[in-house]
């Protein structure tokens, strides 16, 4: 087998620091004249994945989550998370130095407000959206002190050995998988938006979507870390590192856009400004450090939606045909490895990495291999309760008998997938066969739903904890996220939650994951991708939509209660079973094409 090349198990922060780093912020503090600092996990782009240069939190804190901000005052700290990161933070934070706060708790805002006391917080103005800085500037003012913007990140000024600015090297997306050339989609840009003069583009996938281009410069995601200014009419500019780019990559790029360096884009937005142009920002990733210099030299900012989003968003014939392939590749890759656990994972043989390591090497062997799309979430018994759990070598335990959950996903060239499989090691309990089949009844829910043209993400989301909430139970994430196209596994605007307010439209790509979890005992996730496509209902007056089914592994059987499927459940189940055969069994090898037979058999 393969050793693993994109999936680590070291401990990436060390909460045994945090005491003297902490302090050290303090420090600083005094010598700027601040009563505390803020410290996001964002980086200039709000994205999901940062570069190691950009790992604020994680360094200060230990935490090392995808989501989460430290508020660090002179006597006292506090790191906000979700529902996601509840469990994982207690341990992973050294509580003694930093109290962990659930938003659902406590917003940090309120914090602010209870805790500074006419201090004057700073913060960094290339890490907060307008919005963000409001929210902020907002809670200092009514704890009668001030929200400062600092010139330097301060976590940046005590950060020993911080690692250089990433420097991947740029390529160039294929047409026949981007589906549309780059000229194409910049006049379609230029087009979308009529009160502003210009779009500055801050979010580095809409980079790359726009200019058919991606990058290396985060884990598991092909991003080019840059921002874009679109001009209603004229040439655009990309804001990239030259370093990035080889001679064919700057060859084809500067046919379409003038190529600047990013430091430039202040100087740029500033000329803009004192010729009062109207400039469009996005405003879920712009820092309002670009906001206010463009306004500060006279223009006007427009905060808004980025067009691209949405048009991102609706993937092409060519991106969903690309993206249906990969999930065939994917799919044997997955069937291999579920057909190696069930004839390898004795109780206690095997390691939450050992199965890890197993899958990356499986889906490499199915070829088209460029990453995964993040770490995989290989997790048993209590582990499988931490809905974002961490695998590391301290963290690793057994397979042993119980549940065993496996979340994971890949990146090829013509497509991104996510998906999770629950498996039973040994016999499982009355409860997980109950807990199993009502996640498994949502996910179904999901799947087989009808809605008319308009309807959002939110308004279906209860369909998936319907079965739950029967019996007094829920789940505190999503339902499901939107999927790029060889670009990041959590793409918005479109999802299926509680505040998913887009409407779902043809071509979005969505995960459809209901779960559920008992800390400290066993965690159950079902998820499968689905793409939006129109459905015609005979008699009915209105456009309707439904959900075609692109991920192809099988359900582990033993985890289903029949008593609790109703006959329309039963058929879907072996249905999907039925199509995952057909479409699996050609592309696995000759024992598992056999275990798989047995395994997606009729109910």
Same mark, same amino acid.
């Given at each position: ?16 620091? !945090? ?20 410290? @996001? ?115 940046? /000024? ?5 690692? @250089? ?225 961490? /695998? ?59 809605? @008319? ?34 670009? !990041? ?115």
């Amino acid at each position: 087998m393969f050793e693993p090349r994109f999936q680590t198990f070291d401990e990436t922060s060390d909460r045994r620091e !945090s005491a003297s780093r902490v302090a050290a912020l303090r420090a600083e503090l005094a010598r700027q004249g601040l009563d505390g600092f803020v410290v @996001p996990r964002a980086d200039r782009h709000q994205g999901e994945y940062v570069p190691p240069s950009e790992e604020r939190l994680a360094w200060l804190t230990g935490f090392p989550g995808s989501a989460g901000m430290a508020i660090v005052l002179k006597d006292k700290a506090a790191i906000f998370v979700d529902g996601r990161y509840a469990l994982a933070v207690v341990d992973q934070v050294d509580t003694s130095v930093v109290t962990p706060v659930g938003i659902a708790d406590e917003k940090p805002e309120a914090w602010i407000r209870r805790n500074l006391a006419g201090g004057r917080l700073g913060y960094d103005p290339w890490l907060a959206t307008p919005a963000q800085a409001r929210e902020l500037r907002r809670a200092a003012e009514a704890a009668g002190g001030t929200l400062v913007p600092v010139g330097t990140n301060l976590v940046d /000024l005590v950060w020993v050995d911080r690692p @250089p600015a990433p420097r991947g090297k740029v390529s160039l997306h294929p047409r026949k998988l981007a589906g549309e050339t780059a000229e194409k989609k910049l006049a379609r840009v230029a087009d979308a938006f009529d009160a502003a003069d210009a779009l500055v583009v801050s979010d580095p996938h809409a980079v790359a979507w726009l200019f058919n281009i991606r990058g290396a410069d985060v884990s598991h995601t092909p991003l080019p870390l840059s921002f874009a200014l679109v001009p209603k009419q004229g040439r655009p500019t990309l804001f990239i590192a030259r370093e990035k780019i080889g001679e064919r990559e700057h060859a084809a790029l500067s046919k379409l856009a003038t190529l600047a360096e990013v430091d430039t884009l202040e100087i740029v937005l500033a000329a803009l400004g004192k010729i009062g142009k109207r400039v469009l920002f996005d405003a879920a990733t712009v820092p309002v450090r670009l906001t206010e210099g463009l306004e500060a030299a006279g223009g006007k900012a427009i905060v808004g939606t980025d067009p691209i989003a949405l048009m991102k968003a609706r993937k092409n014939t060519a991106e969903l045909s690309g993206t249906r392939e990969a999930h065939l590749r994917d799919g044997a890759a997955v069937t291999e490895f579920l057909h190696w656990l069930a004839t390898t994972a004795k109780p206690g043989k095997l390691t939450e990495i050992d199965a890890a390591r197993a899958l990356e090497d499986f889906r490499r062997s199915a070829g088209g291999l460029k990453d995964i799309s993040f770490p995989s979430i290989s997790a048993a018994g209590p582990n499988a309760a931490i809905p974002h759990y961490k /695998l590391t070598a301290t963290s690793n335990r057994p397979i042993e008998r119980g549940i065993y959950l496996i979340d994971s996903g890949a990146q090829y060239e013509d497509g991104t997938t996510d998906i999770t499989r629950t498996v039973a090691i040994g016999r499982p309990t009355a409860e997980m066969r109950d807990r199993f089949t009502r996640v498994l009844k949502g996910h179904i829910a999901i799947a087989t739903a009808v809605f @008319p043209k308009g309807t959002t993400g939110a308004q279906i989301d209860a369909f998936a904890r319907a079965p739950l909430w029967a019996a007094g139970l829920d789940f505190d994430h999503g339902t499901g996220h939107g999927v790029g196209a060889y670009l !990041s596994v959590h793409e918005g605007p479109q999802r299926i939650a509680k505040i998913g307010t887009t409407p779902l439209e043809p071509g979005m790509i969505l995960s459809n994951e209901p779960g559920y979890y008992k800390a400290g005992a066993y965690g159950i996730r079902i998820e499968n991708l689905i793409v939006v496509e129109p459905r015609e209902i005979k008699g009915g007056d209105r456009a309707m939509m439904g959900f075609e089914t692109i991920t192809f592994a099988p359900l582990d059987r033993t985890l289903i209660d029949l008593k609790l499927l109703t006959t329309a459940e039963r058929a879907w189940i072996d249905a999907y079973h039925a199509e995952v055969r057909k479409k699996i069994s050609p592309r696995v090898s000759a024992a598992t094409r056999k275990w798989l037979a047995d395994a997606t058999r009729k109910l």
